[in-house]
């Protein structure tokens, strides 16, 4: 982020690779890659999740790309997020269904 703020070249594509989490876990991280480009003056980012919960992990997914945004120099055109397995637990079917309606105070369960 330090290079990109440095930098900001609009012919460049700055790529972040999320590798180990230090997590006891069989499995990669689920958001991998980000990329970062300069497109007329404003910030454009892409990024790449192996797999979401839509109920419980996308929204904030979604806001810890908005907060890596805010620490570049620059407007913020989009977020483009590439997502490979969403899915919502079972445990958590009838729970989604009442949020959807509009209930409030819809609570979930982890699945970890």
Do not use: W
């Not at 997914?61 to 908005?66: A, E, P």
């Not at 570049?72 to 009838?94: A, C, F, M, Q, W």
Request: net charge negative; glycine share 6%; charged share 25%.
């Amino acid at each position: 982020i330090a290079k990109i703020n440095r930098e900001k070249r609009n012919s460049k594509n700055y790529v972040l690779f999320l590798g180990s989490t230090d997590a006891e876990s069989n499995q990669a991280p689920c958001l991998s890659l980000v990329q970062f480009q300069i497109e007329d003056g404003s910030l454009v980012m892409t990024a790449y999740q192996r797999s979401s919960d839509a109920n419980l992990g996308l929204p904030a997914d979604l806001y810890h790309l908005y907060l890596m945004s805010r620490q570049i120099d620059l407007p913020l055109k989009s977020i483009t997020l590439n997502l490979g397995n969403v899915h919502i637990y079972e445990n958590n079917e009838e729970r989604t269904r009442r949020l959807l309606t509009g209930e409030d105070g819809v609570r979930f369960d982890l699945n970890v």
